[in-house]
């Protein structure tokens, strides 16, 4: 639901499941920040060993290149 609001946003959600070596787990955090605010998502929900994570990106993260 949007802040404020009691309104929910209808939305179509997508579940990718890859295998990612830990080293590499900030990699891919800043890879989701980036594609955030390349498709203007207010966060993402990573799940790392069953524990979930919020993905929330901020304009000096960037866009995917």
Same mark, same amino acid.
């Given at each position: 639901? #949007?802040?404020?609001?009691?309104?929910?946003?209808?939305?179509?959600? !997508? =579940?990718?499941?890859?295998? @990612? #070596?830990?080293?590499?787990?900030?990699?891919?955090?800043?890879?989701? !920040? =980036?594609?955030?605010?390349? @498709?203007?998502?207010?966060?993402?929900?990573?799940?790392?060993?069953?524990? !979930? =994570?919020?993905?929330?990106?901020?304009?000096?993260?960037?866009?995917?290149?």
């Amino acid at each position: 639901m #949007p802040e404020g609001s009691n309104k929910p946003i209808k939305d179509e959600s !997508r =579940k990718y499941t890859v295998f @990612f #070596p830990p080293a590499k787990i900030e990699i891919l955090r800043l890879l989701l !920040r =980036k594609a955030a605010n390349s @498709f203007d998502q207010q966060e993402i929900l990573l799940c790392i060993g069953g524990r !979930r =994570k919020r993905i929330i990106p901020k304009p000096e993260d960037g866009f995917p290149e």
